[in-house]
């Protein structure tokens, strides 16, 4: 028997995939949570779990584009946006946790550490990056946006870096993982190399012709 699968049905197919990869994980996180069976240290856990899973669903996102035109399947656009919401998603859940049970709810020392230690300004900046390419990827806006649309998404690639930079920094003995985490941001971004030297390039004329 030859099934035809249409384009509809593989998005479709895709995106449940995506559904239930995001939310499964994080729901059984929260029941090992209530439950008490994450370990000595369960808040360190629940950081981490969400701060990973949101850098690895930033670089899935990455990764759709380039396996699109690799491989001609221009369906895979269409699980970009799904897929940067979840990263969003994660990055939301790992900064409140953060807030929620390691400073509960301590608003100044919030802010205190976000401007005392780098590496959460890093993170935070990344983080309200991120919060405004999630909110503009409404379709309406994006439709009211126009042009100024793709250039505001193409801070992805700064986000994707600022992130690499916070968990570098974030961790103290074990410098593998990150070291790997950025050679993967580099391959991703080498993909783009050509585009991001134009838009280093114009953004530097522009700010020189200021001058
Ligand atoms: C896009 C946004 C962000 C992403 C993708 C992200 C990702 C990560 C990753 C991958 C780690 C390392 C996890 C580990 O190995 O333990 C981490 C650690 C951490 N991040 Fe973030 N982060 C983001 C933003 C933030 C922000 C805004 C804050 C706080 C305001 C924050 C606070 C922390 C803390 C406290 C740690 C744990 C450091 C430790 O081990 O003590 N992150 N983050």
Redesign the pocket.
């Known amino acids: 028997m030859n099934i035809r699968l249409t384009t509809s049905n593989k998005v479709l197919m895709l995106k449940t995939v995506i559904h239930l990869a995001a939310l499964l994980p994080l729901i059984n996180l929260y029941y090992l949570a209530f439950y008490d069976l994450l370990g000595a240290d369960p808040v360190?856990r629940v950081?981490?779990f969400t701060?990973?899973g949101?850098?690895n669903l930033?670089l899935l996102t990455l990764t759709v584009t380039p396996l699109a035109k690799r491989f001609k399947q221009g369906f895979l656009l269409q699980v970009r946006r799904l897929l940067g919401l979840y990263a969003f998603s994660y990055?939301f859940m790992?900064?409140f946790n953060?807030l929620a049970f390691?400073l509960q709810f301590a608003w100044s020392l919030?802010f205190n550490?976000?401007v005392k230690r780098p590496y959460?300004t890093f993170?935070?900046i990344?983080?309200v990056l991120?919060a405004t390419l999630a909110i503009t990827s409404l379709n309406s806006l994006r439709r009211k946006m126009g042009k100024s649309w793709q250039k505001l998404h193409n801070l992805s690639y700064l986000?994707i870096i600022l992130?690499a930079v916070?968990?570098y920094w974030?961790?103290?003995s074990e410098l593998l993982s990150p070291l790997f985490y950025f050679l993967l941001v580099g391959i991703l971004l080498s993909f783009r190399y050509t585009k991001i030297k134009k838009l280093m390039r114009s953004t530097f004329n522009r700010k020189t012709s200021k001058i």
């Open positions: 360190q950081i981490h701060g990973i949101a850098f930033l990055a790992h900064v953060f390691d919030f550490e976000i959460i993170g935070m990344a983080f991120l986000i992130v916070h968990f974030s961790v103290k």
